[in-house]
């Protein structure tokens, strides 16, 4: 269903009957709740700090030297962590530590080529992110930092 088609059927909804179905839906959806539960009180800072220590575990798996970390579940975690429009401080952050966690991480581990390719998309984002957002000389002044390392 298009966000259109759902317009236009919530429209036909009276106020009492929109709320039932916001709280059906909140009371079903783990996800949901954590969306509203930001909604209403906005921590970015909190919200940052939850999804790093998700991206941090996520890197951390390996197997014989091996990183078993999957770009996959990283790449959804940062459009997760997106959603919630934080405060673009908290962005820059996020983006930062998972750059700079996989950087750690690469030190002791061996990643696969796609593995690695999807940090290169990471770090396209974060550039395209900042970019829209007239930060770009920040991000390009961090990452030019951590290559001096």
Avoid: W
């Amino acid at each position: 269903m298009s966000k259109t088609a759902l317009k236009k059927e919530l429209s036909a909804y009276s106020k009492e009957q929109i709320i039932e179905v916001v709280l059906d839906l909140y009371e079903s959806r783990s996800d949901v709740k954590e969306y509203f539960k930001f909604f209403l009180n906005p921590d970015s800072k909190a919200l940052c700090e939850r999804y790093q220590k998700v991206i941090e575990k996520e890197l951390g798996r390996s197997k014989r030297g091996r990183s078993k970390a999957r770009i996959s579940v990283i790449k959804k975690k940062i459009k997760d962590f997106e959603s919630f429009h934080p405060d673009n401080e908290y962005l820059h952050k996020f983006y930062q530590f998972i750059i700079l966690k996989a950087l750690h991480t690469e030190d002791s581990l061996y990643f696969t080529d796609t593995f690695y390719k999807g940090i290169y998309f990471v770090v396209d984002r974060y550039l395209d992110f900042a970019n829209r957002n007239y930060e770009l000389n920040l991000a390009l002044k961090y990452l030019d930092d951590i290559t001096k390392y």
